[in-house]
């Protein structure tokens, strides 16, 4: 089978790593890719949002799986205009992309489909906005409608932050049209983790349990990123709460979706917050999350390629999805600034020494080949991972492997884990 993959950082690289695997799978292309896939895959010369390019890709070689990584070719409708084509495609249509591109329309389908999220009100003019902020006071969070790479989340500690906030997304427009629309809403506590499930419309099944690491620096300082770090599985999802979840989030979604008229097919994924009233909804993403892909499929025993069919076919429910028991763990190396402006083209070394230990493998983020050297080309430059018996040993593995790899400005966090391990309660208990 030949197979196409869209999209280029680490969780591009783990999704060719375990498609590889798959007895099936005779060829794996991936748009753009970066110089790590390209060890595994054949690269090609096109952007994630070139669809029409892309379809022609996949028609002139007969492509017969084509994966989406990246949430801004679903939202634009990379998965209608395949199925327009009559190609195979692993993600959801646009509508059911609307899910992660609109938190608005996530808001009222949740609030239409009694799902549980956290108290919201909608704005388009900042005054209006700035009333109801001082009416309500600090905390609150503020949030633009639209795909914001993660960057458009002002969790505001006081009310000048909060307008301070509005000011940025609906008078200065930064975000632009991602921005006209916002979200001012309750501040939740808890403890916060990641249920993804594979769908085809009418099954969920969830996948084990993920955690990553958004702030930038040790003990969740500094700005938010897309994802410093992960591990799997998270303690504080345990079976009654994940059946709870199941129950009262991701079966309700996709069946609410469904009286919409929209079927989706691919993955959800529910960002939650666990508070003392239960798990409440703080996002939905409509793929694998990046980091949380690289730790999740490293324990996905299952050919991921009979998976993905199933869901294209709509053949879900009988499928039977089995998991390794180890844990896995993932430290993401940064090039010095980001998630602010950063420089690329610092060259790396000690990659070699980290692949050859084992239960470690180096996914990468944004990397590239230049002459006989590799050189950093992204913000997230190498999600370096490893799996073993507990989080710990896992974890250890990592950091080896991390403590081989140079490159100029390398920035990477120290306390990966670190809420798992003082939890102590690491058991198989947790999945
Ligand atoms: P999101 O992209 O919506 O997941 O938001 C990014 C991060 O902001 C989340 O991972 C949370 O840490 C935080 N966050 C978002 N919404 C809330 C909320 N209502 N209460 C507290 N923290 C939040
Ligand atoms: N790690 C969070 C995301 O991929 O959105």
């Given at each position: 089978m030949r197979i196409l993959i869209v999209g280029s950082g680490g969780r591009e690289h783990a999704l060719a790593w375990k498609l590889k695997q798959?007895?099936?799978?005779?060829?794996?292309?991936?748009?753009?890719g970066n110089a790590g896939i390209a060890e595994i895959a054949q690269c090609i010369n096109i952007n994630v949002e070139e669809i029409e390019r892309l379809v022609g890709f996949a028609?002139?070689?007969?492509?017969?799986?084509?994966?989406?990584g990246p949430e801004a070719p679903l939202a634009a409708g990379i998965v209608d205009a395949f199925n327009g084509a009559g190609l195979p495609i692993f993600g959801?249509?646009?509508?059911?992309a609307r899910l992660e591109a609109s938190k608005i329309f996530a808001k009222e389908l949740m609030r239409k489909y009694q799902i549980p999220t956290a108290e919201s009100r909608t704005f388009t003019e900042a005054e209006q906005a700035m009333a109801y902020i001082r009416s309500k006071g600090a905390?609150?969070?503020v949030k633009a409608d639209g795909l914001a790479s993660g960057k458009g989340v002002v969790v505001a500690k006081t009310v000048a932050e909060a307008e301070e906030a509005v000011r940025r997304m609906l008078v200065a427009a930064e975000f632009g049209p991602a921005g006209a629309r916002i979200?001012?809403?309750?501040?939740?506590?808890?403890e916060e983790v990641s249920v993804l499930a594979f769908t085809d419309g009418t099954t969920v099944i969830p996948m084990v349990s993920a955690q990553d690491h958004k702030a930038v620096y040790d003990q969740d300082q500094g700005p938010n990123t897309g994802g410093m770090?992960?591990?799997s599985p998270a303690p504080v999802l345990t079976p009654e709460l994940l059946q709870q979840v199941e129950r009262e989030v991701l079966q309700p979604t996709i069946a609410g979706l469904r009286q919409e008229g929209i079927i989706y097919q691919g993955i959800l994924?529910?960002?939650?917050?666990?508070?003392?009233e239960g798990p409440k909804v703080l996002e939905y993403n409509v793929r694998f999350g990046d980091p949380e892909c690289q730790v999740i499929l490293p324990r996905l025993e299952s050919d991921l390629v009979e998976i993905m069919l199933a869901v294209i076919n709509r053949k879900l429910a009988g499928q039977t999805i089995t998991w390794h028991e180890h844990h896995a763990a993932c430290v993401v190396m940064t090039s010095a600034g980001y998630p602010g402006p950063y420089q690329q083209g610092k060259i790396i070394t000690g990659l070699a020494e980290a692949a050859a230990l084992p239960e470690v493998y180096v996914f990468h983020g944004g990397t590239s080949a230049h002459g006989s050297h590799l050189v950093t080309a992204g913000g997230r430059v190498l999600a370096v991972t490893a799996w073993g018996k507990t989080l710990e040993a896992a974890l250890n593995k990592a950091y080896q492997g991390v403590s081989t790899i140079k490159f100029d400005g390398a920035h990477y966090r120290t306390?990966?884990?670190?809420?798992a391990i003082k939890a102590g309660a690491i058991s198989l208990a947790s999945r």
């Amino acid at each position: 089978m030949r197979i196409l993959i869209v999209g280029s950082g680490g969780r591009e690289h783990a999704l060719a790593w375990k498609l590889k695997q798959s007895p099936r799978v005779s060829q794996i292309y991936c748009a753009p890719g970066n110089a790590g896939i390209a060890e595994i895959a054949q690269c090609i010369n096109i952007n994630v949002e070139e669809i029409e390019r892309l379809v022609g890709f996949a028609r002139e070689h007969q492509i017969e799986l084509t994966v989406v990584g990246p949430e801004a070719p679903l939202a634009a409708g990379i998965v209608d205009a395949f199925n327009g084509a009559g190609l195979p495609i692993f993600g959801p249509v646009k509508a059911a992309a609307r899910l992660e591109a609109s938190k608005i329309f996530a808001k009222e389908l949740m609030r239409k489909y009694q799902i549980p999220t956290a108290e919201s009100r909608t704005f388009t003019e900042a005054e209006q906005a700035m009333a109801y902020i001082r009416s309500k006071g600090a905390p609150l969070v503020v949030k633009a409608d639209g795909l914001a790479s993660g960057k458009g989340v002002v969790v505001a500690k006081t009310v000048a932050e909060a307008e301070e906030a509005v000011r940025r997304m609906l008078v200065a427009a930064e975000f632009g049209p991602a921005g006209a629309r916002i979200i001012v809403e309750e501040f939740l506590t808890g403890e916060e983790v990641s249920v993804l499930a594979f769908t085809d419309g009418t099954t969920v099944i969830p996948m084990v349990s993920a955690q990553d690491h958004k702030a930038v620096y040790d003990q969740d300082q500094g700005p938010n990123t897309g994802g410093m770090g992960a591990y799997s599985p998270a303690p504080v999802l345990t079976p009654e709460l994940l059946q709870q979840v199941e129950r009262e989030v991701l079966q309700p979604t996709i069946a609410g979706l469904r009286q919409e008229g929209i079927i989706y097919q691919g993955i959800l994924y529910a960002g939650l917050m666990i508070t003392a009233e239960g798990p409440k909804v703080l996002e939905y993403n409509v793929r694998f999350g990046d980091p949380e892909c690289q730790v999740i499929l490293p324990r996905l025993e299952s050919d991921l390629v009979e998976i993905m069919l199933a869901v294209i076919n709509r053949k879900l429910a009988g499928q039977t999805i089995t998991w390794h028991e180890h844990h896995a763990a993932c430290v993401v190396m940064t090039s010095a600034g980001y998630p602010g402006p950063y420089q690329q083209g610092k060259i790396i070394t000690g990659l070699a020494e980290a692949a050859a230990l084992p239960e470690v493998y180096v996914f990468h983020g944004g990397t590239s080949a230049h002459g006989s050297h590799l050189v950093t080309a992204g913000g997230r430059v190498l999600a370096v991972t490893a799996w073993g018996k507990t989080l710990e040993a896992a974890l250890n593995k990592a950091y080896q492997g991390v403590s081989t790899i140079k490159f100029d400005g390398a920035h990477y966090r120290t306390d990966i884990g670190h809420r798992a391990i003082k939890a102590g309660a690491i058991s198989l208990a947790s999945r």
